[in-house]
Nanobody
Framework: QVQLVESGGGLVQAGGSLRLSCAAS????????IGWFRQAPGKGRESVAA????????YYADSVKGRFTISRDNAKNTVYLQMNSLKPEDTAVYYC???????????????WGQGTQVTVSS
């Protein structure tokens, strides 16, 4: 079982930045693809970014390309999502998930964190 914990969410003004972290307990993340997803109120969950175990295969949704950067530090068993130039439409609960495929939908990821709220004010 992989237990994931997200952190780093909060309230930020449009144009600001946040860095989300996804840490694991119980098992190393090093061999897993990790994805970041988000769900805004009244909307379905959408894929934001994903990174494979080596960091050599990365996916970004079109809506965040050039603004968000996913990275991982396997020594720290942590995956990061650096979010710059935030927009009000980025407001959502952000989740990390493990053991899927880069670019896959949420249904292919069996392990999930509890989510962290990101709110971007205009």
């Amino acid at each position: 079982q992989v237990q994931l914990v997200e952190s780093g969410g909060g309230l930020v003004q449009a144009g600001g930045s946040l860095r989300l972290s996804c840490a694991a307990s119980g098992r190393t993340l090093n061999r897993y693809t990790i994805g970041w997803f988000r769900q805004a109120p009244g909307k379905g969950r959408e894929s934001v970014a994903a990174i494979n175990w080596s960091g050599l295969s990365i996916y970004y949704a079109d809506s965040v390309k050039g603004r968000f950067t996913i990275s991982r530090d396997n020594a720290k068993n942590t995956v990061y999502l650096q979010m710059n130039s935030l927009k009000p439409e980025d407001t959502a609960v952000y989740y990390c998930a493990a053991a899927g495929r880069v670019g896959a939908s949420d249904g292919e990821y069996p392990y999930w964190g509890q989510g962290t709220q990101v709110t971007v004010s205009s």
